[in-house]
């Protein structure tokens, strides 16, 4: 068992990882938290490192598109063989696998924000189900916690189409863009389904059972930890 005090002193550390140290529960709200990478004043596609859990500059961006909202991920989530065929199965398509990569979100505010690297605590309302080159690669659609604006949408439906139609065409163009720079040139991205909050939170759910195939709970990490760190050394 993990002991109580173990927990205490990790949650002292300078700063837990992004993806594997913070919870995207917020219990009793049906809210979770959100990982901002990106702002719509970024010209730099920006990322987290996954081994660091720093945030870095992928490369600069050659366009002058920009993404239209806060964009990040869903810490704890991992798009893998569960959001996979939940994908194939709604689109009927075969061959689909997960993208390996945190569940992608982009969180709707008229506040402006200055930068990313920072958590925010939104309302997953819809997503769009994008698919990349047979990946997986859905976009979770959230609305910012106590948004003057856009804070008490509950469903992707009750937002403004033009609002859908500018996620959508950031997000194909930008994969084109990308495309246009490669050797290959023909990028075969689309976004067959957009859907509500019924199904955003499904795709949530199943993203951290992926997540917890693959890295185990949080207790069983930290006990493991534990046991390393406790081990004694061979004399």
Same mark, same amino acid.
């Given at each position: 068992?993990?002991?109580?005090?173990?927990?205490?002193?990790?949650?002292?550390?300078?700063?837990?990882?992004?993806?594997?140290?913070?919870?995207?529960?917020?219990?009793?709200?049906?809210?979770?938290?959100?990982? +901002?990478?990106?702002?719509?004043?970024?010209?730099? %596609?920006?990322?987290? /490192? !996954?081994?660091?859990?720093? &945030?870095?500059? *992928?490369?600069?961006?050659?366009?002058?598109?920009?993404?239209?909202?806060?964009?990040?991920?869903?810490?704890?989530?991992?798009?893998?063989?569960?959001?996979?065929?939940?994908?194939?199965?709604?689109?009927?398509?075969?061959?689909?696998?997960?993208?390996?990569?945190?569940?992608?979100?982009?969180?709707?505010?008229?506040?402006?924000?200055?930068?990313?690297?920072?958590?925010?605590?939104?309302?997953? +309302?819809?997503?769009?189900?994008?698919?990349?080159? %047979?990946?997986?690669? /859905? !976009?979770?659609?959230?609305? &910012?916690?106590? *948004?003057?604006?856009?804070?008490?949408?509950?469903?992707?439906?009750?937002?403004?189409?033009?609002?859908?139609?500018?996620?959508?065409?950031?997000?194909?163009?930008?994969?084109?863009?990308?495309?246009?720079?490669?050797?290959?040139?023909?990028?075969?991205?689309?976004?067959?389904?957009?859907?509500?909050?019924?199904?955003?939170?499904?795709?949530?759910?199943?993203?951290?059972?992926?997540?917890?195939?693959?890295?185990?709970?949080?207790?069983?990490?930290?006990?493991?930890?534990?046991?390393?760190?406790?081990?004694?050394?061979?004399?």
């Amino acid at each position: 068992m993990v002991s109580h005090e173990f927990v205490q002193l990790l949650a002292m550390l300078p700063k837990s990882h992004p993806w594997h140290g913070v919870s995207p529960h917020v219990v009793g709200t049906g809210m979770i938290k959100a990982f +901002i990478e990106m702002v719509p004043a970024d010209r730099m %596609k920006l990322e987290l /490192d !996954k081994a660091t859990g720093h &945030l870095h500059v *992928d490369r600069p961006l050659l366009y002058s598109s920009s993404c239209p909202n806060l964009y990040g991920f869903i810490p704890q989530t991992y798009c893998g063989e569960l959001v996979a065929e939940r994908c194939s199965k709604r689109t009927k398509r075969r061959g689909i696998v997960g993208d390996g990569d945190p569940l992608d979100i982009c969180v709707i505010t008229d506040s402006v924000f200055s930068h990313g690297d920072l958590f925010v605590t939104a309302r997953p +309302i819809g997503g769009l189900r994008m698919i990349d080159n %047979k990946q997986a690669d /859905d !976009k979770i659609i959230a609305v &910012l916690k106590d *948004d003057l604006t856009f804070g008490k949408i509950e469903d992707i439906s009750q937002l403004p189409e033009a609002v859908i139609n500018r996620l959508e065409h950031y997000f194909l163009s930008y994969k084109r863009s990308f495309a246009s720079e490669s050797k290959s040139k023909k990028p075969i991205v689309s976004i067959p389904e957009v859907y509500g909050a019924e199904e955003a939170f499904e795709v949530i759910r199943l993203s951290l059972q992926d997540y917890q195939n693959l890295y185990g709970t949080l207790a069983e990490r930290l006990e493991r930890l534990q046991q390393i760190l406790t081990a004694t050394p061979k004399a």
